[in-house]
């Protein structure tokens, strides 16, 4: 035992645990994994990170390495069941404005989606109950049905701890007021997920030629962009680079961009498109364009190359003519309006084309100027660096007054530097400790901060001990120290979430927490809590506090790696007729 704390928990342990001669296996050390390359995210992991360490070896007695990836590493071994070395991801969800329905991130934790079959099955969990639910809810024929067997699932999600929240992400941003009138920051904050800020801000300084805002290198890494797999890089791409056909504003309600849109049933969405939606080259967006674009992003899933494409169950998607275009599903989907048709931009098919992503989704080469649906069009791009956008007045809704450089910074600090220096203008995502900066020690700066309907998070792999035991994840949970961690980060500026079902307590769909399982009775912790967890189901300490399996613990894999779930452990593989 090493950390604060550590002298009673090792106590208890030995009171707990006996003599030296223990029946069951030690556990091992944990590793957590954290995202390193995530600018401002990343400072508040790792100040998160600390305390989870020393809560989790003081309360279990086992030792915690943490240990920093990047994200793309991160989630790719996660898609294939990769790296059984990390037992944990400490990660978090971005708040975009798809997310206000949680289908997309409930498709994670579905069994057919753990394993090495390049879903993004992040946790390997599986479980047929929840997974029967997850299934079915997409296809209920009313909302209010829909919402029926969602509440079910996030109660079986969250009696799992297989999601150990922790607070809400808070989209914090800052820019200099000298430079800069700033709009469209609303609710949604000064994040990437949030477009409208980009278009609602003018430069005010005279000498300024191009509005700077900072972004993170895999922005601008590929021309390629449906391949990118962090949520901030693509949201940026498909909202302020290129307009889906809707989407929700910067105060979550619902605005027509290129057409409007009409649920005509469950299983019917119709789109119709605006007669002055026009691409950067000069040409109409057109129904084919829509329909190009749905089935582009099935033929990336495909291929494995887009990593953010849903599985939706069309049955046909028609142009009836230039401005219509009609979708139909097999069966009902009442998740796809505002989720898919809001997640993803429209796309030229001549471009795709042209590039070579129809044939071969994952390596094509767009060329600049690159031709876009949204109201900038990318003139520029150096790898790495930056991509330089100029304004294109053929968008229905939106006006860009001035040029726009999307600046790329490897580090939270280097953005925050070059905000005091006046060469970056607007600085999203960065760290509440950032934020105070820019409001107390650089002149002519201001910030802003926004509560998110997603948050941070621990994610144990549950295919491998320990985190296999739904018994270890809940103690793991109620170790947890939340309101230090928020203190640190956050400035106490956020509520802890004591109930882990993936989404924050300001989510619209988020039930009452007294339906819910909870991780702790108190936002600090309850060490006590967590070891009682474990010994009522078998678990031991020795005399200087390290935990040891319960006897009769099985401590194999629930499948080999490099394999999926099988329908002889998990019977509803074939019921529901399941293809992991």
Not at 170 to 188: C, F, H, P, Q, Y
Not at 493 to 503: C, F, M, R, S, T
Not at 527 to 556: H, K, M, T, V
């Given at each position: 035992m090493?950390?604060v704390g550590g002298a009673?928990?090792v106590?208890l342990?030995?009171?707990?645990?006996?003599g030296?001669?223990?029946d069951g296996e030690p556990?091992?050390s944990?590793q957590?994994e954290?995202w390193?390359d995530y600018?401002g995210f990343?400072t508040?992991q790792e100040?998160?990170?600390?305390?989870?360490?020393?809560d989790?070896?003081a309360?279990?007695?086992?030792d915690?390495d943490?240990v920093?990836?990047?994200l793309?590493t991160?989630?790719s071994?996660?898609y294939?069941?990769?790296?059984?070395?990390c037992d944990?991801s400490?990660s978090w969800?971005?708040?975009t404005?798809?997310?206000l329905?949680?289908n997309?991130?409930?498709d994670?934790l579905?069994?057919d989606?753990a394993g090495?079959?390049g879903?993004t099955g992040y946790?390997n969990w599986?479980?047929?109950?929840?997974?029967e639910?997850?299934?079915?809810?997409?296809n209920a024929?009313?909302e209010?049905?829909?919402?029926e067997m969602?509440?079910?699932a996030?109660?079986?999600?969250?009696?799992e701890?297989?999601?150990i929240?922790?607070?809400?992400?808070?989209?914090v941003?800052a820019w200099?007021?000298d430079?800069?009138?700033?709009?469209?920051?609303g609710?949604?904050g000064?994040a990437?997920?949030n477009?409208?800020?980009?278009?609602?801000s003018d430069?005010?300084?005279?000498d300024?030629?191009?509005?700077?805002i900072?972004?993170?290198p895999?922005?601008?890494?590929t021309?390629?962009?449906?391949t990118?797999s962090a949520s901030?890089?693509?949201a940026?791409?498909?909202?302020m680079i290129?307009?889906?056909?809707?989407?929700?504003?910067e105060?979550y309600?619902?605005?027509?961009l290129l057409?409007?849109v009409?649920?005509?049933?469950?299983?019917?969405v119709v789109?119709?498109?605006?007669?002055d939606?026009?691409?950067?080259?000069g040409?109409?967006?057109t129904?084919?364009d829509?329909?190009f674009?749905f089935?582009?992003?099935e033929?990336?899933?495909?291929?494995?190359a887009?990593?953010?494409?849903?599985d939706?169950?069309?049955?046909a998607?028609?142009?009836?003519?230039e401005?219509?275009?009609?979708?139909?599903f097999?069966?009902?989907?009442?998740?796809?309006?505002n989720t898919?048709?809001?997640?993803?931009g429209i796309w030229?098919e001549?471009a795709?084309e042209?590039?070579?992503a129809?044939d071969?989704p994952g390596?094509?080469?767009?060329?600049?100027?690159?031709?876009?649906?949204?109201?900038?069009?990318v003139?520029a791009?150096?790898p790495?660096?930056?991509?330089?956008c100029?304004?294109?007045?053929?968008?229905p809704?939106?006006?860009v007054?001035?040029?726009v450089?999307?600046?790329?910074f490897?580090?939270?600090?280097?953005m925050m530097?070059a905000?005091?220096?006046?060469?970056?203008?607007?600085?999203?995502?960065?760290s509440p400790p950032?934020?105070t900066?820019?409001d107390e020690?650089i002149?002519d700066?201001?910030?802003?901060?926004a509560?998110?309907?997603?948050?941070f998070?621990?994610?144990p792999?549950?295919?491998?001990?320990?985190?296999?035991?739904?018994?270890f994840r809940?103690a793991?949970a109620?170790?947890?120290?939340?309101?230090e961690?928020?203190?640190?980060a956050?400035?106490g500026q956020?509520?802890?979430?004591?109930h882990?079902?993936y989404?924050?307590?300001?989510?619209?769909m988020?039930p009452?927490g007294?339906?819910?399982y909870q991780?702790?009775?108190d936002?600090?912790?309850?060490?006590e809590?967590?070891?009682?967890?474990?010994?009522?189901?078998?678990?031991?300490?020795?005399s200087d506090?390290?935990?040891?399996?319960?006897?009769?613990?099985d401590?194999e894999p629930?499948?080999?790696q490099g394999e999926?779930p099988?329908?002889d452990?998990?019977?509803?593989?074939d019921?529901?007729?399941l293809?992991p």
């Amino acid at each position: 035992m090493h950390a604060v704390g550590g002298a009673g928990a090792v106590g208890l342990a030995g009171c707990l645990g006996g003599g030296e001669d223990m029946d069951g296996e030690p556990v091992d050390s944990l590793q957590i994994e954290y995202w390193g390359d995530y600018g401002g995210f990343t400072t508040i992991q790792e100040q998160m990170a600390a305390v989870i360490q020393r809560d989790l070896e003081a309360a279990l007695g086992v030792d915690v390495d943490l240990v920093p990836v990047d994200l793309s590493t991160q989630t790719s071994q996660q898609y294939n069941d990769e790296n059984r070395d990390c037992d944990v991801s400490f990660s978090w969800w971005v708040g975009t404005p798809d997310r206000l329905d949680p289908n997309e991130l409930y498709d994670n934790l579905r069994l057919d989606w753990a394993g090495a079959n390049g879903q993004t099955g992040y946790n390997n969990w599986a479980n047929c109950d929840f997974t029967e639910l997850q299934v079915n809810q997409v296809n209920a024929e009313t909302e209010e049905e829909r919402e029926e067997m969602m509440l079910e699932a996030m109660q079986i999600v969250a009696e799992e701890c297989v999601c150990i929240d922790i607070c809400p992400v808070a989209n914090v941003g800052a820019w200099r007021t000298d430079k800069v009138d700033i709009g469209g920051i609303g609710e949604a904050g000064l994040a990437r997920s949030n477009a409208e800020w980009v278009f609602k801000s003018d430069l005010i300084d005279p000498d300024e030629e191009f509005l700077v805002i900072g972004t993170d290198p895999q922005a601008t890494e590929t021309r390629n962009f449906p391949t990118l797999s962090a949520s901030m890089p693509e949201a940026q791409w498909q909202h302020m680079i290129h307009s889906p056909v809707h989407k929700f504003d910067e105060n979550y309600e619902p605005v027509d961009l290129l057409g409007e849109v009409d649920v005509v049933s469950s299983q019917e969405v119709v789109v119709e498109l605006f007669d002055d939606a026009t691409f950067t080259n000069g040409e109409q967006i057109t129904a084919e364009d829509v329909k190009f674009t749905f089935e582009q992003i099935e033929r990336g899933a495909e291929a494995g190359a887009y990593p953010g494409a849903a599985d939706v169950p069309y049955e046909a998607i028609t142009a009836v003519d230039e401005q219509t275009c009609i979708f139909e599903f097999s069966e009902p989907y009442l998740p796809f309006a505002n989720t898919t048709l809001m997640r993803w931009g429209i796309w030229s098919e001549d471009a795709f084309e042209e590039a070579g992503a129809i044939d071969s989704p994952g390596e094509a080469s767009f060329e600049v100027p690159l031709v876009s649906s949204g109201p900038l069009e990318v003139t520029a791009i150096e790898p790495g660096e930056r991509f330089i956008c100029e304004p294109h007045d053929g968008h229905p809704v939106y006006e860009v007054d001035q040029p726009v450089v999307f600046e790329a910074f490897a580090d939270e600090e280097s953005m925050m530097q070059a905000l005091e220096a006046g060469e970056c203008h607007i600085a999203p995502e960065i760290s509440p400790p950032n934020a105070t900066r820019a409001d107390e020690e650089i002149d002519d700066a201001d910030s802003a901060f926004a509560e998110s309907h997603t948050t941070f998070l621990l994610q144990p792999a549950s295919h491998i001990a320990p985190g296999k035991f739904t018994e270890f994840r809940q103690a793991m949970a109620a170790a947890l120290n939340r309101q230090e961690m928020i203190d640190i980060a956050y400035d106490g500026q956020v509520d802890p979430e004591l109930h882990g079902i993936y989404i924050s307590e300001v989510h619209p769909m988020h039930p009452p927490g007294e339906e819910l399982y909870q991780m702790a009775d108190d936002p600090t912790g309850n060490p006590e809590q967590a070891r009682e967890i474990l010994e009522d189901a078998g678990w031991e300490w020795d005399s200087d506090g390290n935990l040891y399996y319960p006897p009769d613990a099985d401590l194999e894999p629930l499948w080999e790696q490099g394999e999926v779930p099988s329908a002889d452990d998990f019977p509803c593989i074939d019921e529901l007729g399941l293809d992991p």
